[in-house]
């Protein structure tokens, strides 16, 4: 299993970035997929999650109405569309699968800052 993600490096306040997840190694239509991120200090916490065929997606409350999770399962890769961005959501992000309900895989995540 492989997630690598990109897209991430410096905005402004407001602004906007894509980023992308290409994932390898297993059936990805099978399964649901998530993007955390972990800013400097804190926890890795859960931005938003989208169910296996995209009908299904849920959000963080502090990126509600800013970002957007999607996939392209003929690509296997997964994106977070982040728009009005602010300096708290300076982090690195990663993608995550868990397998069977047993094993969870991370990519080796993306650093975005959001900065003036």
């Known amino acids: 299993v492989q997630l690598v993600e990109s897209g991430g490096g410096l905005v402004q306040p407001g602004g906007s970035l894509r980023l992308s997840c290409k994932a390898s190694?297993?059936?990805?239509?099978?399964?649901?997929m998530s993007w955390y991120r972990q800013a400097p200090g804190k926890e890795r916490d859960l931005v938003a999650f989208?169910?296996?065929?995209?009908?299904?997606?849920n959000y963080a409350d502090s990126v509600k109405g800013r970002f957007t999770i999607s996939r392209d399962n003929a690509r296997n890769t997964v994106y977070l569309q982040m728009n009005s961005v602010k300096p708290e959501d300076t982090a690195v992000y990663y993608c995550?699968?868990?397998?069977?309900?047993?094993?969870?895989?991370w990519g080796q995540g993306t650093q975005v800052t959001v900065s003036s």
């Open positions: 995550k699968v868990n397998l069977h309900g047993l094993y969870d895989y």
């Open positions: 190694g297993f059936t990805f239509s099978t399964y649901g």
């Open positions: 989208i169910s296996s065929f995209g009908g299904s997606t």
